[in-house]
């Protein structure tokens, strides 16, 4: 049986052992390659400082590139008995290369190992988000443009309120997301801070070069006070969750909207048959499962920050074996909110919209504030304008003029979808994820 790294003479209880470790050795599959990303900077750091020769260093990169390509295939397996992923990389190493596998582990702990692994893994994991949601974005916005002039009934209250058109109701949703991908870039600036070289939060003895490893791994700039470093841990997750919670509450209003505007009782948008589910006793049902699944899955992702929360809020300073739980929770989330973007691109995509809505008379009344202020342009002060409305709709004599002419910025008329674009370029490029692309192809190929 594999030891474990903290093991001196004494094994641990099996039943201690299988209620400490939990869902560990699973959520660390998920940072298996940023593991070993984290180690390949770390050795190549102790390189410079004289704890490892250039040899060593050589045969250690070499078989960590390995490890890497095998992590990337999803082939990476941790062993049983082997408590976690950074244990399962050393005791691979140490197989292969013998004693010089034993001292890759020099000048760091488990503590700011995994705090580097979640940091690799999350803004990877944020940068797969960014182009989702672009993604997302772009169909909305083309369906604005493409639907501009098709109107549809705005509600306040759910009641009939104003008119409003798909064009708005696309390149809302659309806006929405690049205010999203606004926090989610804050949150990524939070992310992008090096812990390596905080070891168990309170530093090392070793003559550590942590500018160079925050170089050697593309991060914008180290976490400098080591025991903040350590405090990092849930913060950055929760900070994370918040932008993630973000991207979801766009997504699960518009799937209310969707599920709302596909009913036989507003018709507003129709799904193609084969993105609907049937009854299995109601042979008309054409059910939109896909956004009444989003929705849900949305609002559970809201959750998140609060859970989190909740398993770290009560923590003084220092390592507590409470945070290895938030891995449970946060790790998993990625792959829900990532489904979810592509799931509602590819539906609203394909969605067809009623053109010919507000053909139907009982929405005649949407166009009582077009008249009110026809009549203020004539020249008759606004409040006797809207009286004068008023008395005619509860009398039956309002007579709608259903011509639209609203030409101010974000209007029917306007829709702005060039800035809105231009907004959300705009907040891509303020990620810079090129930094990291040069740093981890620098790592892999060699180039050290």
């Given at each position: 049986?594999?030891q474990?790294l903290?093991e001196?003479n004494?094994q641990?209880d099996?039943?201690?052992?299988?209620?400490?470790?939990?869902?560990?050795r699973?959520?660390?599959?998920y940072l298996?390659?940023?593991?070993v990303l984290?180690?390949m900077a770390?050795?190549?750091m102790l390189?410079?400082?004289g704890l490892?020769?250039n040899?060593?260093?050589d045969?250690?990169?070499?078989?960590?590139?390995s490890?890497?390509?095998?992590?990337?295939?999803?082939?990476f397996?941790?062993?049983e008995g082997?408590?976690?992923?950074h244990?399962q990389?050393e005791?691979l190493?140490?197989?292969?290369?013998?004693d010089v596998?034993k001292?890759i582990?020099?000048?760091?702990?488990?503590?700011?190992?995994?705090?580097?692994?979640?940091?690799l893994f999350?803004?990877?994991?944020i940068r797969?988000l960014?182009?989702?949601?672009?993604?997302?974005?772009?169909?909305?916005l083309?369906?604005?443009?493409?639907?501009k002039?098709v109107?549809?009934?705005g509600?306040?209250?759910l009641?009939?309120a104003?008119p409003?058109?798909?064009?708005l109701w696309f390149g809302?949703?659309?806006e929405s997301?690049?205010?999203d991908l606004?926090?989610?870039q804050?949150?990524?600036?939070v992310?992008?801070?090096?812990?390596l070289?905080s070891a168990?939060?309170?530093g090392?003895s070793f003559p550590l070069n942590?500018?160079?490893?925050?170089?050697?791994?593309g991060?914008?700039?180290m976490?400098?006070?080591?025991v903040?470093?350590?405090m990092g841990?849930g913060?950055?997750?929760r900070?994370?969750a918040?932008?993630?919670?973000?991207i979801?509450a766009?997504?699960?209003?518009l799937?209310?909207d969707a599920?709302?505007f596909?009913?036989?009782?507003?018709g507003?948008i129709?799904?193609?048959d084969?993105?609907?589910?049937g009854s299995?006793?109601?042979p008309?049902?054409?059910n939109?499962d896909?956004?009444?699944l989003?929705?849900?899955?949305?609002?559970?992702i809201q959750?998140?920050?609060q859970?989190?929360?909740?398993i770290?809020?009560?923590?003084p300073?220092?390592?507590?074996r409470?945070l290895?739980l938030?891995k449970?929770?946060?790790v998993p989330?990625f792959?829900?909110?990532?489904d979810?973007l592509?799931?509602v691109?590819?539906?609203?995509r394909?969605?067809?919209v009623?053109?010919s809505?507000?053909?139907?008379?009982k929405?005649?009344l949407?166009f009582s504030v077009?008249e009110?202020n026809?009549r203020v342009?004539?020249?008759t002060?606004?409040?006797?304008?809207y009286k004068?409305v008023?008395?005619?709709?509860e009398?039956?004599?309002?007579?709608p003029?259903?011509?639209?002419?609203?030409t101010?910025?974000g209007?029917i008329g306007n829709l702005c979808?060039?800035?809105?674009s231009?907004?959300?370029?705009?907040?891509?490029d303020?990620?810079?994820?090129?930094?990291i692309d040069?740093a981890?192809k620098?790592?892999?190929?060699?180039?050290n």
């Amino acid at each position: 049986m594999a030891q474990k790294l903290w093991e001196k003479n004494i094994q641990v209880d099996k039943e201690v052992e299988a209620f400490t470790v939990g869902k560990d050795r699973e959520m660390d599959i998920y940072l298996a390659k940023y593991d070993v990303l984290g180690s390949m900077a770390h050795i190549t750091m102790l390189e410079s400082i004289g704890l490892l020769t250039n040899a060593e260093l050589d045969l250690l990169l070499h078989e960590l590139r390995s490890i890497y390509h095998i992590a990337e295939k999803g082939e990476f397996v941790i062993e049983e008995g082997v408590e976690d992923v950074h244990s399962q990389v050393e005791l691979l190493l140490t197989r292969k290369l013998g004693d010089v596998g034993k001292k890759i582990h020099s000048g760091r702990s488990r503590n700011d190992q995994v705090l580097v692994d979640l940091k690799l893994f999350t803004r990877a994991e944020i940068r797969t988000l960014t182009e989702l949601t672009k993604d997302l974005f772009d169909v909305l916005l083309q369906q604005s443009e493409s639907y501009k002039e098709v109107l549809l009934p705005g509600y306040t209250h759910l009641q009939v309120a104003m008119p409003s058109s798909f064009g708005l109701w696309f390149g809302a949703y659309a806006e929405s997301l690049a205010d999203d991908l606004q926090l989610l870039q804050a949150a990524y600036k939070v992310c992008n801070r090096n812990p390596l070289g905080s070891a168990a939060g309170y530093g090392s003895s070793f003559p550590l070069n942590r500018k160079m490893t925050t170089n050697l791994l593309g991060f914008d700039s180290m976490n400098y006070n080591v025991v903040y470093a350590q405090m990092g841990r849930g913060k950055m997750e929760r900070t994370v969750a918040f932008a993630m919670a973000g991207i979801a509450a766009t997504l699960s209003k518009l799937a209310f909207d969707a599920c709302m505007f596909n009913s036989q009782n507003f018709g507003f948008i129709k799904l193609p048959d084969q993105f609907t589910t049937g009854s299995s006793i109601m042979p008309h049902k054409k059910n939109p499962d896909v956004f009444e699944l989003t929705r849900a899955k949305c609002n559970k992702i809201q959750g998140l920050p609060q859970q989190i929360t909740l398993i770290c809020n009560n923590l003084p300073s220092g390592y507590f074996r409470d945070l290895q739980l938030i891995k449970e929770l946060f790790v998993p989330a990625f792959d829900e909110l990532k489904d979810c973007l592509r799931m509602v691109a590819h539906m609203m995509r394909e969605v067809k919209v009623n053109q010919s809505i507000l053909e139907d008379d009982k929405y005649a009344l949407l166009f009582s504030v077009e008249e009110v202020n026809r009549r203020v342009i004539e020249g008759t002060p606004f409040r006797d304008a809207y009286k004068q409305v008023g008395l005619e709709i509860e009398a039956g004599k309002f007579s709608p003029d259903k011509k639209i002419h609203h030409t101010h910025e974000g209007s029917i008329g306007n829709l702005c979808n060039d800035a809105i674009s231009a907004l959300m370029q705009n907040i891509i490029d303020g990620f810079s994820f090129e930094r990291i692309d040069f740093a981890e192809k620098k790592l892999l190929t060699n180039e050290n």
